[in-house]
């Protein structure tokens, strides 16, 4: 069976401190992809990135980086220096050897100035 | 702007009523997706679809029905709405499976049953 685990509903932090989103998943497949999507208050699901099994190297975008580790089934979201404009709902999401994503619950970020 | 467009945004249903969401995209992508998504919850996939005329079983199928008459469009039916269904529901589509190209989601439908 396949699952995604976000442990931390609700995160609160001042603007500027840096802040870790956790992500736990599950499965048995060989070929799998992890996804990142934000969602704001307006409810739109933006992607923030796709990362498939094979690749381990963590990833940076701007403020934003990411640390996938296949020993702990972990692929974690770091925001650096927060932003009032990154609150939002982040979902993980896990696609494995069928057509369906597996979502998590999602974390509520909120980011207090 | 390309992409995936659902309508309506907004819809208020009176239990065992009838209606039907509807999702297009113009990216002539061959994979379709119908979500629901719950408060606490991530999303659920309902039904889907990996190209014209063709349909398939999701998470959560029961109560809805889905077509795909056209490879543009993906029709997703409440045939007597109940006030389970009330949920906001997402329309994605995807070049493939989705894993190589990502999927692309539109701004959802907010349906409440009453």
């Not at chain 1, 999507?37 to 934003?64: A, T, W």
């Not at chain 2, 819809?11 to 379709?32: I, P, W």
Request: aromatic share 14%; with cysteine.
């Amino acid at each position: 069976a396949q699952k995604v685990t976000q442990a931390q509903t609700e995160i609160s932090v001042v603007e500027k401190e840096d802040v870790t989103l956790d992500c736990v998943y599950e499965t048995r497949d060989t070929t799998y992809y992890l996804f990142w999507y934000k969602q704001p208050p307006s409810g739109e699901l933006v992607f923030l990135i796709r990362r498939n099994s094979f690749d381990e190297q963590n990833e940076i975008s701007g403020r934003y980086s990411w640390n996938f580790q296949k020993s702990t089934s972990s692929f974690n979201f770091t925001i650096t220096a927060s932003q009032v404009v990154d609150s939002a709902v982040y979902f993980c999401a896990l696609r494995g050897g069928n057509y369906q994503l597996i979502w998590g619950a999602g974390t509520k970020l909120i980011i207090k100035p | 702007n390309a992409g995936v467009t659902q309508t309506p945004k907004f819809r208020v249903l009176k239990t065992g009523q009838s209606m039907t969401l509807l999702c297009a995209q113009d990216m002539n992508h061959e994979y379709m997706y119908w979500y629901r998504q719950d408060p606490g919850m991530g999303l659920r996939l309902i039904h889907y679809s990996v190209g014209e005329g063709t349909t398939a079983k999701g998470e959560v199928p029961d109560g809805y029905n889905v077509s795909r008459l056209k490879k543009q469009n993906f029709l997703l039916g409440l045939e007597s709405a109940a006030p389970s269904q009330t949920s906001v529901y997402f329309c994605a589509s995807s070049l493939s499976r989705g894993a190589n190209y990502g999927y692309t989601f539109g701004s959802g439908t907010r349906l409440t049953v009453v």
